[in-house]
């Protein structure tokens, strides 16, 4: 197979000695590309590294909405200078994620940085992986007022399916990962049902978001092959169109061969 992982975090502290380990199964899997995404400024300097000694590694470099405290807009200069490194295809982990903190100057912080980070990624003719957690009205708001020109995919899509179809209005991407092999999510299976064909990539989020049959452990790239059977499955279409169709969205969106 000819696979990939869109959103995953091979720079966090889950993944350690073992990382040549967890690249060699995920080759063994069949992947060929994968994306890591940073979420601050040392995680984008560690997801550049990583994309500079593994060939199928490439690299995001932002600041995720929950990862702000202590960062001013300024901090952003070095985000752009991240940005330059040769196998960095798009500006992320960014986003809006109202799901612990609800206090109205976080939500502006948060809307703020989003925006910077658009415009950044505007500037530098990138993509965007976005984050959208309790938060896709206002998400839809931001993304309606300053559009991302260069692509952007909704990593972990988790709203509802008329909330996809008005995002999908914005030429947006969905990214799906464990979530839609678990047995009570039902909107997710709907979502991914329903998701225009030229608009789903999928993703494994590692080391969180662990698919069946594997949850309760660390989660890494190889298992995106489960997000990708149940993903043909609730779209009822053959492997060979499937991975096809994934392989150009994919390419399409992040510019990559």
């Not at 020109?149 to 509802?160: D, E, I, K, Q």
């Not at 049902?193 to 969180?208: F, N, Q």
């Amino acid at each position: 197979m000819n696979l990939f992982d869109s959103h995953c975090h091979l720079n966090d502290e889950a993944f350690g000695e073992d990382i040549a380990e967890v690249l060699a199964r995920a080759k063994t899997a069949g992947l060929t590309r994968i994306l890591c995404l940073g979420y601050d400024i040392p995680s984008s300097k560690k997801a550049i590294e990583l994309a500079s000694k593994y060939d199928i590694v490439y690299a995001a470099v932002g600041f995720h909405p929950e990862n702000l405290e202590g960062y001013t807009l300024e901090d952003i200069r070095e985000i752009e200078k991240l940005a330059h490194s040769p196998k960095v295809i798009a500006i992320g982990e960014v986003g809006l994620d109202y799901h612990y903190e609800k206090k109205e100057e976080t939500g502006e912080k948060q809307k703020a940085f989003l925006i910077a980070q658009i415009e950044l990624a505007n500037r530098l003719h990138l993509p965007l992986s976005i984050h959208a957690r309790d938060a896709s009205e206002d998400m839809y708001e931001v993304l309606s007022a300053s559009p991302p020109r260069f692509g952007a995919v909704l990593h972990c899509y988790s709203g509802s399916v008329e909330m996809m179809k008005r995002f999908a209005k914005l030429d947006l991407y969905f990214g799906f990962d464990g979530p839609i092999t678990y047995k009570n999510a039902v909107v997710p299976k709907e979502c991914v049902a329903a998701c225009p064909s030229d608009r789903l990539l999928i993703e494994t989020d590692s080391p969180y978001l662990s698919p069946v049959p594997l949850r309760g452990k660390r989660n890494e790239p190889a298992n995106v092959v489960h997000i990708f059977d149940m993903a043909r499955a609730l779209r009822g279409i053959e492997t060979e169109e499937m991975e096809k169709q994934l392989n150009e969205n994919f390419e399409r969106l992040f510019h990559v061969k």
